[in-house]
Every structure is written in C-alpha cells, then in structure tokens.
C-alpha cells in the first residue's frame, strides 16, 4: 500500500469518527388540534370561528424555533385575518412565531378565522394552519360550517340512570348571527330541535307530562338571544352499563329566504352524556307444571336463565327437591351458567321420573334459584311441578243378562260397577231400550266411589199383563259412564215372559143362561152332559182329562189329550149310560184336566138316573120299549126307534 492510499484512508476515517461524535437530535413535534365539535367550528358571517391547538416538545432537546401560518383553501376567505394568540400575550395575524420551544414544554394556541360577510348559514370553509417546529411541520385541516345560531348542551359530569329513572337536560340555543360593525342582530329562522333516533330501552321527550313529544320548534331568536330548551330522558329498560349517549338533531329553516335556506347541525355536535348504573337480574324461564298418567313415565323440562341485568354475569343454579315425593326421582343438580352478555340466555334441562301406578292428583315439586355472581345479593327462583293426572276406567258386572218372570211380575237386574282408575269417580247410568211397556226404572247415578271400589245398582222392569209366554223384551242397554264423559262401559239385559198355567171350568149354560150342571138318564137309556174348559194361562197348554168320583155309567166321550192355545177353550162331553137296572137316583161327581199347571177339578155335575118310562116328561127322562116281534112288520120297531132318537136329541140339548 503507497504513501497516498493511506492518507486517503485516514482522511475518510477522520470523517467517520467526526460524524460519530455528532449527538443526534431528539426533539418531538406533538400537536392535538381541536374545535367546537372535532376539527369543525361554528361562526356566523360577520364573526369568527375559533379553534385551538397543543403544540408540544416531547423530545429532550429544545426546539430553536416554532411558528403557526394560516391558509385559507376557499376563495374570498381571508388568510392574513386569522388571529392568533397564546396565554403568554404573544400574537400575530395570519401568522404568530416563537422562539424555541423548550423540551418538555407546550404552547397553547387559540386561533380566529373570519367568516366572510357574504357566507350564508350552510357554506363551508376550510382552514389549514401549518405547524413548524425547527425542520419537524405538521398540517392540521380545520372546517368552518358557516350558521345564524348553535345548539349545544354542556355539563361537568353525565347524569345518573336507573331503571325507571328520568333526568332532564336544558339545551342552550343562542343566536350567534352579527352584522358587519360585530353587532348582534336578529334572526327569523325557524330552529327545531329533534330526537330521531331509536334507542333500545330509552325514552326522550320535550315535554314533561307527555313520552312522544319529539320536537319543538323555536320561530326566530332576538339579537345575542340564548334559550333554554328542556329535554326529557327516561331510561325504561335494560341499557348496559356505563357511558351513553343520546344524540339529538339541530335543523332550521328560513320562511323569508325563497329557498327555504336549510341548515342541520352536523350529527353527533348534540349528543346529551348519561352514564348508566350497573344492576343484576335474571328471568327463568320453561318452568310450570306437567301432568303424568297412571303409567308413570319421565317428564322433561327445557328451562333458560337469561341475564336482564346490563352487565357480564354468570348465575349459580341451585335446585331444592324437598318437596317431590321419596318415589319419584330426578336428575337436577347444582350448578352454574355460563357468563351471559345483556339479555344472552344460558339453556338447560331436567328431567323427572314417576314410578307407575300412582294415585290421582299425586303431586310434587321442586325450585331452581338462579344467583348472580355480579351481585350476590340477588337472585330469583322458579317452580316445577307435576301431578298425576286421574285415569277413568271401571268394569260392569251384572248378576244375569236375561231374567224370566211371569207377566206382571218384576225383573229386576242387579249390576256391580268397579272403580279400576287411580281416583274417586262417580258415574251416571242410562238406559236405552224400545220396551218401554216393561216400565224400566234407571236407577241413580252412583255417588263417589274410591280407586278400587265397587258399587251395586239395580235396573227395575215389570213384564207387561197379559205378555204371552216365551215373549222376550228385546234389550236394555245400560250404559254406565265416568264423570270424564268420555269413559263409558255399554252392557245389554233382556226380559223372557215365564210361561203361566192355568185351567179353568166352567158349565155351559142354556138358552135362558143358565147353568148346566144336572141331567137326568132312564135306566137302559143314555146321555151326555158337558163342561167348558178353559186355557187361563199365557201359552199353549196340553190338558188330559179325568172322570173324578164317577159313577161306573160315566165315561168321557172323548179322553184322548187335548191341546189348547192360551185362552182357548173347548167343551169336554161325558157320556151317562146306565143299565137297565142301574139303580136309580143322583150322583155327583166332576172332571179332572191335568195341564202344566197341575190337575183342576170342575165344579159338581150331578146325574140322576131314573126309572125306565114309557115317554119324556119334564123331568127329561126317556123311556124306551122293546118291540114285540108280533106287531106288524117293521112298523113297531120303526116307531120305536123315532121315538128314541127324539129322546136322545132332547137329552142332549139339554
């Protein structure tokens, strides 16, 4: 290496070590701007729109010099008009400078920006003020919205809010307009004031004694004239906790511009603070009662816990069984909720488990309580509960379902009802039938009757007089019915008429109606004297027939058995032959019939055999002679047998 590389060498490093041994600057630029509402202020024609901004050194080295420039972006706004100041007097027109600025140190720095005296309410300007500080600058852009008045409400700390509380803001709405020497001077625009947004939980109205006044409107202000506004907030409901903000509309019209001249006040300039007290709360829901049957079974219930408080909270879950019976069984158990945001729910289940068999109205429950984590001191409780609901049943028993009687008589069936619900029950009973000559009684309807217990009734018919035998009643249906009336139990009885025996005599009578109950016989000769039997009973009847205490010339003319309908009757004729030399005299005797019934014995029938004579007389003998085989050929006996047939016919008419 040469002689002159080196000393180039030793020359860069002279250079490196120079520039290392220089401290390095650190110095900081900070500037926080701010205005009416943001970067934006108000100001009428005429007058000024202010703003202010932090300017701050928060570096360790001192700044040598620090300045502020205006700068007007729109037309016929004037930059060298912004005034500038400083609490230290220090001041300047469309610019203002320092001398350093020390580290650590800040400059508070107000600023006036004229509004030209031909901006209307609604123009617009913009204002940029350049920041120097030695080579560091920063740009902050301000807006000027250009208005005759302003609304705003101001307060050191936010109003306090419960549920149900209601807390009254007075807004302030001044006229800020000015004429051209800076003097106030009056405004007809017509300014209202409006609440247009929905806010869960709140209310806001401009009149005390009424919820739904949403505006008022203010016709026109006097010079430098300020009014007070009140508005009305109720919180109603749930709002979470903490900071609130209800924001209110500002607009104006002007009846005498032609354009109407519309102007609003940028949304969020008139924003009323709340500040909303924490409180904890829960609703259960899902509770309530269920019913199981008779077969028992597991009921189940969906339940919820929501979080009507307006915080984060979380619920202990406790479950009070005590009051279930010692037979029925269920999975509830202690437990928490998860944490739950405003009005979020935390869904569960449990479950219940009724053994069968149980009794009606057999009933239970048990108590969830939700506690609050966020407030030990408040919790709320729900009730389950169940029962058993009442199962209807019964059997119906009767004694016989066909009962035979004679007419006349009752039949009477004997029915037993048992309870196979779980509970008491009463039952009504009805009876349907056609045969309503049998007079059916429908019997009373039982009174209560235990699970398992059994009642008797009876169903009364009578078989109508004169019902022939065999005769059925066709049925009666009995229907037997739960108080559910849903339940019933149908059973169906009839009647059968008892066939009634019954014979009966009786003598015949003459022309003059009167009875026959005597006949006189010659000796040798014959007659024939009859009874009227009768069918008394209700069927058909077979009668056998027999001569009772006869004498030994008495026969019955025909003894074969005779069959007669009920009521029928049919003349029973004995036959009086006595000898020729049967001795004479009366004799009493009777016929017997013999029927289902049993044997009847007629009344007294008397024949009085007399002595052969040779004609009839009025005793109604007859008298018959042999011929003598001497007479004249056949002319005796011819006469002979006249004379008897006449005899016989009158003998048996009679």
Do not use: C
């Amino acid at each position: 290496m040469n002689k002159s590389m080196l000393s180039a060498l030793a020359v860069v490093a002279l250079f490196v070590t120079a520039a290392l041994a220089v401290p390095a600057r650190a110095e900081g630029l900070d500037v926080i701007p701010g205005g009416d509402f943001g970067l934006e202020s108000f100001g009428s024609a005429n007058a000024s729109a202010y703003f202010d901004i932090d300017i701050s050194n928060t570096g360790s080295v001192d700044f040598d010099s620090v300045s502020a420039d205006a700068d007007f972006v729109e037309d016929g706004w004037e930059d060298a008009e912004v005034s500038f100041w400083d609490e230290d007097s220090n001041s300047g027109e469309g610019s203002i400078a320092w001398e350093g600025l020390a580290a650590g140190a800040t400059i508070y720095l107000n600023i006036a920006a004229p509004v030209p005296s031909g901006a209307s309410p609604g123009d617009m300007g913009t204002l940029k003020v350049t920041i120097t500080a030695d080579s560091d600058s920063e740009v902050v852009e301000f807006s000027i919205r250009v208005t005759n008045w302003r609304a705003d409400y101001e307060t050191e700390s936010p109003p306090s809010f419960a549920r149900g509380d209601m807390n009254t803001y007075d807004v302030e709405v001044w006229n800020t307009a000015e004429d051209e020497d800076g003097n106030g001077v009056a405004i007809t625009d017509e300014i209202t004031l409006e609440y247009v947004g929905v806010l869960p939980g709140w209310s806001v109205s401009f009149d005390e004694n009424d919820e739904f006044i949403s505006t008022k409107t203010l016709y026109g202000l006097g010079a430098g004239e300020s009014t007070m506004i009140p508005v009305y907030v109720t919180l109603n409901d749930d709002v979470a906790a903490g900071p609130a903000t209800i924001e209110l509309q500002a607009s104006s019209t002007d009846p005498e511009s032609d354009d109407g001249n519309y102007y609003m006040q940028p949304p969020g300039s008139l924003s009323l603070p709340a500040d909303v007290q924490a409180y904890s709360g829960a609703t259960i829901g899902g509770e309530g009662s269920q019913s199981a049957t008779v077969d028992g079974g597991t009921l189940s219930w969906d339940f919820t816990v929501k979080n009507d408080g307006n915080v984060l909270d979380s619920f202990a879950l406790t479950w009070d069984t005590a009051g279930l019976p010692s037979t029925w069984s269920t999975d509830a158990a202690d437990g928490s909720t998860d944490y739950l945001n405003m009005n979020a729910h935390y869904s569960g289940t449990v479950t219940l488990t009724i053994p069968a068999g149980e009794s009606a109205a057999e009933s239970g429950g048990f108590t969830l309580t939700a506690t609050s984590t966020a407030d030990s001191s408040w919790s709320t409780s729900a009730d389950f509960s169940a029962s058993v609901a009442q199962s209807f049943g019964m059997t119906v028993a009767v004694a016989a379902d066909a009962i035979t009687a004679e007419p006349g008589n009752a039949a009477d069936f004997s029915f037993t009802v048992s309870n196979t619900g779980n509970g008491f029950d009463t039952y009504t009973i009805g009876v349907e039938t056609l045969a309503t000559t049998y007079s059916p009684t429908t019997p009373a309807d039982t009174g209560s009757l235990a699970a398992g217990g059994s009642t008797q009734f009876v169903l009364g018919t009578t078989v109508p007089a004169g019902s022939p035998a065999h005769a059925n009643s066709g049925n009666f249906t009995v229907t037997v019915t739960s108080s559910d009336g849903a339940t019933a139990v149908s059973t169906d009885v009839s009647v059968d008429t008892a066939q009634v025996f019954g014979l009966a005599w009786s003598y015949r009578a003459d022309d003059n109606g009167d009875n026959i109950n005597s006949i006189s016989v010659d000796q040798g000769s014959s007659g024939q004297i009859g009874l009227v039997l009768t069918n008394t009973g209700n069927g058909a009847d077979t009668a056998t027939m027999a001569l009772s205490n006869a004498p030994s010339y008495a026969d019955l003319a025909d003894a074969d058995p005779k069959v007669l309908v009920a009521g029928g009757e049919i003349t029973v004729w004995v036959d009086l032959t006595p000898a020729g030399d049967e001795a004479t005299g009366a004799e009493a005797f009777q016929v017997q019939a013999t029927g289902g019934g049993g044997a009847v014995t007629s009344g007294d029938l008397t024949a009085t055999v007399v002595e052969k004579s040779t004609g009839g007389g009025d005793g109604g003998t007859i008298t018959v002679e042999d011929e003598d085989d001497g007479g004249l050929p056949g002319f005796g006996l011819l006469a002979a047998l006249s004379a008897l047939g006449a005899a016989l016919l009158l003998r048996r008419r009679s």
